[in-house]
């Protein structure tokens, strides 16, 4: 569907004494560590492996204030960095992060969008991400046009496109009409993001309730639509009216076999489905959640990215904690029986597999992992999801 603007007015005394709405190339205030569910000598472990993967990562940023002259990078990095617990070791992460946000704004575009010129979904859905944690009402603007300019590119009826085709709520990269399952979970993570940050700025006034409700109710529709297009990325049969549906409850890439590689239940897709319905408000007991982490334990392994190798496996990392975290259980029994401290499994994975530099990355060259700033924000946020899963959702 095609995004509504809203009819709120905020109570202009708010942003007057709430701190917010730095000027440009202020430093944005990092968040303060909470109680952290693993071991303290596990918690200790990981502390001194973000502060390691934060001075890398300060220390690698461009002076136009990017990492790898990329919008979408950049985004993930600042976003690594404002996700609690928050480090600072040298004094300078709050800085840096203040020069990353101004170089993703220079990206704002007229139709609302954040990008450079390709991938115009993608890279609007990571630079919202970021611009959403620093809290700062100062992109209220930017935020509300970005969340709207995803809802817009959403495949609906205003594409010609009805509930029968198979590309029916989901959101692509952009560029092309086809979606896919990682670009939509994106796009979800970022409107929820952006509905959270507009809640945060909620303080309006009373007469302008009846719109603001209306509004949300109407809003609502696109994650309705959303959902069709998840459930069809799903093998399960019972919600999955496509041909192409299996039967053991993961999550593919496409609606439909247009990748053979990813035509099956893999697990960097399947953790973002789960991670997707719940973020859209689906009970954990409802049929697709259950079936889908009966995959996960079928398949639990940190090893690699199941049914897909060792590609993207950082990417996978990312999508893994986020979507335990959303679950809200420290443990998981797979399929063997065998109980997980899925928390603990993963900072001693990622402690193990970081670099002497404080980095990670990936050998291979697919999908962008052998990008250390890429693959470090991976590490950097799944670690961080593991040590607080209240990230502010």
């Known amino acids: 569907m095609k995004a509504k603007t809203f009819g709120i007015l905020f109570i202009s005394i708010f942003f007057l004494t709430s701190g917010l709405g730095l000027c440009a190339g202020q430093p944005v205030k990092i968040p303060p560590s909470r109680i952290s569910p693993v071991s303290i000598s596990l918690e200790k472990t990981a502390a001194n492996s973000l502060k390691q993967a934060t001075e890398f990562l300060v220390s690698d940023q461009a002076e136009d204030g990017s990492w790898s002259r990329d919008p979408a990078i950049t985004s993930l990095v600042v976003y690594s960095l404002l996700l609690s617990p928050g480090y600072d070791p040298d004094g300078k992460t709050e800085a840096s992060i203040a020069k990353g946000v101004d170089y993703i704004t220079q990206f704002v575009q007229p139709d609302g969008g954040i990008y450079r010129k390709e991938y115009r979904n993608y890279v609007t859905a990571v630079c919202l991400m970021a611009l959403t944690r620093t809290h700062e009402a100062k992109y209220k603007k930017i935020i509300a046009d970005a969340k709207d300019f995803l ?3 959403q ?16 959101i692509g990269y952009g560029g092309d009409d086809r979606p896919d399952m990682s670009n939509t979970q994106l796009a979800m993570e970022a409107i929820k993001a952006a509905e959270t940050y507009e809640h945060q700025f909620s303080d309006v006034l009373l007469a302008q309730a009846p719109a603001m409700e209306f509004d949300e109710k109407e ?19 019972s919600v999955n009216d496509m041909p192409y549906a299996g039967k053991d409850g993961g999550f593919i890439y496409e609606t439909g076999t247009y990748k053979q590689d990813r035509s099956h239940s893999y697990g960097s897709m399947t953790y973002a489905g789960v991670k997707s319905l719940l973020y859209a408000r689906v009970d954990k007991n409802d049929e697709r959640v259950q079936k889908a982490v009966e995959w996960i334990r079928n398949n639990y392994t940190l090893d690699f990215n199941p049914g897909f190798g060792t590609y993207s496996v950082f990417y996978y990392y990312m999508t893994f904690s986020k979507c335990m975290a959303a679950l809200g259980d420290d443990t998981l029994v797979d399929a063997m029986g ?17 670099k002497e530099g404080g980095y990670w990355q990936n050998p291979s060259n697919r999908y962008w992992e052998n990008v250390k700033p890429l693959a470090t924000a991976y590490s950097v946020i799944a670690m961080k999801f593991a040590l607080d899963s209240n990230q502010g959702f």
């Open 151 to 153: 809802i817009k590119f």
């Open 155 to 170: 495949l609906d009826e205003d594409e010609g496109i009805d509930k029968s085709n198979p590309y029916y709520g989901g």
């Open 219 to 237: 809003l609502g529709l696109h994650w309705k639509k959303a959902l069709v297009f998840v459930n069809r990325c799903q093998n399960l049969p």
């Open 338 to 354: 065998q109980e997980h401290h899925w928390r603990e499994d993963l900072v001693s994975k990622l402690v193990s597999i970081q």
